[in-house]
């Protein structure tokens, strides 16, 4: 961060991992807070963000949040406001969890408040120790959406966690379906699309012959060894004469991921509808894995892609990395 004004500038940014972890206080956007701590421990590069964003119509109409009122209430952590009980929430797992534990108190942390822009009322936990920076983050946008869009834009995250939640969390910050979708979709980053996460069952990661899938397969291969999760390969040929090509697929992935020093578990080359294929065998996992589609936003749009239908239609958790 810059000591004249107070901005991260970009190379400070890209220096460290950056995690966005979007609140809206239900269950499972807890859940991908823990699955950010996992990547997190142990890993003093590391830096999270949690992120509440109230729509501004909604806001309004709640409790008519103001930049004094936001200043008072993140400091002194007056839970009233809507959206503060669920970064309260968030932090004291930060502290339950270790990651905001030991070294991280008295004199190691430094508290303070800064508004980046009109709308943002950040608190900033800083260790002097590791220089690892936990930011709280209250927003107003035009929309949830676009709260999130425009953050990950401005500070180029390594990953955006965001919950598809159904009825645990109402209100002003609820991210339902269609925002986390719209996350994943438009964002031009890595995002996690965290359903039903249950951690310790590995990634998921479904290649082709390409080198952006293989690209995808070296830093999901990155990511699995900050979180020690096991690694499984899958291919899918539309049909037996593209057997060839999926087994090949499956061997240059696995030369990917040895080369990071990773290991894969288990590899699988089937044949079918990708889609249908992926959803069935990765359901299992805690993650399934895909890259993002090389078709334009317009594109996928309208057309579809295997990575946007599995988005939309797998059951479980699933990572669009770019």
Not at 122 to 139: E, G, N, P
Not at 290 to 314: C, D, N, T, Y
Request: hydrophobic share 40%; charged share 30%.
């Amino acid at each position: 961060m810059s000591e004249d004004n107070g901005e991260v500038t970009t190379q400070e940014v890209n220096d460290r991992f950056n995690i966005l972890v979007c609140i809206d206080g239900s269950e499972e956007s807890f859940r991908g807070l823990h699955y950010a701590i996992k990547f997190s421990l142990d890993h003093v590069d590391t830096d999270i963000s949690l992120l509440y964003v109230r729509a501004e119509g909604l806001a309004e109409r709640s409790s008519g949040l103001n930049m004094k009122i936001a200043r008072e209430n993140l400091l002194e952590w007056d839970i009233e406001l809507p959206g503060l009980q669920a970064l309260k929430v968030a932090r004291d797992m930060l502290v339950e969890s270790g990651f905001l534990g030991k070294e991280w108190n008295g004199e190691d942390i430094t508290k303070k408040f800064r508004g980046t822009r009109s709308g943002d009322h950040i608190v900033k936990y800083t260790s002097k120790k590791t220089d690892q920076h936990i930011s709280l983050i209250v927003r107003e946008a035009s929309s949830v959406l676009a709260g999130i869009l425009d953050e990950g834009h401005f500070y180029e995250y390594d990953i955006i966690i965001v919950s598809a939640s159904e009825g645990s969390a109402t209100g002003v910050g609820h991210i339902d379906t269609y925002t986390a979708i719209g996350v994943a979709t438009e964002h031009d980053g890595t995002v996690i699309l965290v359903r039903e996460l249950e951690e310790g069952h590995g990634h998921f990661v479904c290649v082709e012959d390409t080198e952006v899938s293989m690209e995808m397969v070296r830093k999901d291969a990155l990511m699995a060894r900050r979180c020690n999760c096991p690694i499984y390969l899958m291919s899918v040929a539309e049909d037996e004469s593209g057997l060839e090509r999926a087994n090949h697929a499956l061997d240059w992935a696995e030369k990917v991921v040895e080369e990071t020093g990773g290991a894969v578990a288990e590899k699988i080359a089937e044949v079918g509808d990708p889609v249908k294929r992926i959803i069935e065998r990765g359901g299992k996992h805690s993650l399934i894995v895909i890259s993002a589609s090389e078709k334009s936003k317009l594109k996928r749009m309208f057309l579809g892609s295997v990575s946007h239908s599995v988005l939309k239609r797998a059951k479980n958790s699933v990572m669009i990395v770019r």
